[in-house]
């Protein structure tokens, strides 16, 4: 008998298993190129908004600020990003690569664009369609937990 998942739960439950396997192959490939993957994301993100501050990060990842605080504090021991002054706002600061994490992403991008190549054939749509549903997905996700914070991690 074959079963299927409601519609109230099928889009978060096959985004969940998307995400695990993501996360399993990206993991895998960035280990077999020499590269450490914990973390590796979102250091991507820092690449991406940099020079960027940690209520930005938690806006554009849709992470709790304490999961960004912990993120940041773990980076910054490992040497991989850099705190600098925000001069429009001095009780914040900004965050930029520093120059050992900009080399963890340059080494580490081609090994994900490498395992994205080696998936795409299999893709019955245009990539682009794909981003932009998943950023669609991923913002929707946090302005719900925006609107009732009392709901994540529960």
């Known amino acids: 008998m074959a079963r299927e998942w409601d519609s109230d739960t099928a889009l978060l439950q096959e985004t969940y298993s998307v995400g ?3 996360a399993s192959f990206v993991n895998a490939e960035l280990r077999a190129g020499g590269v450490d993957p914990q973390l590796f994301s979102f250091l991507g993100w ?7 501050t940690p209520g930005q990060l938690a806006v554009e990842t849709g992470m709790p600020p304490t999961t960004i605080r912990d993120y940041l504090r773990r980076l910054t021991e490992r040497g991989d990003i850099a705190r600098l002054p925000n001069a429009a706002d001095g009780r914040s600061y900004l965050i930029k690569l ?7 992403v340059e080494r580490g991008r081609p090994l994900v664009a ?5 998936m795409e054939p299999y893709l019955e749509r245009p990539p682009d369609e794909y981003v932009e549903r998943a950023r669609e997905l991923r913002q929707a996700l946090a302005a719900s937990a925006a609107a009732e914070p009392s709901a994540r991690g529960a």
């Open 20 to 22: 695990a396997l993501v």
């Open 46 to 52: 820092i690449h991406l908004l940099e020079p960027v």
């Open 98 to 104: 520093s120059a050992r994490g900009r080399r963890l």
């Open 114 to 118: 490498g395992l994205f190549h080696r």
